[in-house]
């Protein structure tokens, strides 16, 4: 199953930081998601994606929001040095939220 069968997805950027959010369409599934998704999964899906950047030089950080059904994952360093840096097509990482629906997700 893939993560976008369970929950979408927005993102947004500062600098050389993407923010990625992902937000459960039904809480039930919010621990499945919390149990599936860590930093190091996540840094493991996107690398094969981002190969420009070496997955060595980004800092990914997991915040929970329960309330919200959300995780928001905060990664430094992946945007090539940022809007005004970056000769990249997609220099303020808004297709990051597209790959990070496009994660397979184990057993329920």
Wanted: some cysteine; hydrophobic content about 35%; proline content about 5%.
């Amino acid at each position: 199953m893939k993560l976008h069968q369970l929950a979408h997805s927005r993102t947004g950027d500062k600098g050389d930081i993407s923010n990625i959010s992902v937000i459960a369409y039904d809480a039930r599934d919010y621990d499945y998601l919390c149990q599936q998704l860590s930093p190091e999964r996540v840094q493991t899906h996107l690398q094969g994606l981002i190969p420009e950047v070496p997955p060595a030089e980004w800092r990914i950080t997991r915040y929970e929001l329960p309330q919200l059904q959300a995780l928001n994952f905060v990664i430094s360093g992946v945007l090539r040095g940022g809007v005004t840096r970056s000769t990249a097509l997609d220099a303020h990482g808004k297709s990051l939220s597209s790959l990070m629906l496009d994660l397979e997700l184990g057993e329920k």
